[in-house]
Nanobody, 127 residues
Framework: QVQLVESGGGSVPTGGSLRLSCQIS???????LAWFRQGPLNKREGVAA?????????????YYDNSVKGRFTISRDTADGTLSLQMNSLRPEDTAVYYC????????????????WGQGTQVTVTV
């Protein structure tokens, strides 16, 4: 059974940085790990995704929403499998609950691809 546990959220001022982590267990053979967020409007949107499958054509590919390109970086620790999201130059509009998610097949930023979800961690960016 796949389990995802996020950590690292908190409150930071505009321009600050945070690093989110997602501890993953039971995830083998899937195509994609990603970070989503759900803000005050309650819409769950994809932030960043990382291809984890075996197709060499896509190995190492990452995908970012335009709103976070150049500010956020998704990565995975090869030693223990932890998924991370380094968030720099944070803005008030980045305030949301951030979720880690795993997809069995396919990779991208659409939530329907993802079967497994963590419980989320709150990120608040103050003015």
């Amino acid at each position: 059974q796949v389990q995802l546990v996020e950590s690292g959220g908190g409150s930071v001022p505009t321009g600050g940085s945070l690093r989110l982590s997602c501890q993953i267990s039971g995830y083998t053979g899937g195509d994609c790990l990603a970070w989503f967020r759900q803000g005050p409007l309650n819409k769950r949107e994809g932030v960043a995704a990382l291809y984890t499958g075996t197709n060499d054509r896509y190995r190492g590919n990452s995908y970012y929403d335009n709103s976070v390109k150049g500010r956020f970086t998704i990565s995975r620790d090869t030693a223990d499998g932890t998924l991370s999201l380094q968030m720099n130059s944070l803005r008030p509009e980045d305030t949301a609950v951030y979720y880690c998610a795993a997809a069995p097949a396919g990779c991208g930023l659409h939530p329907l691809l993802y079967k497994h979800w963590g419980q989320g961690t709150q990120v608040t960016v103050t003015v």
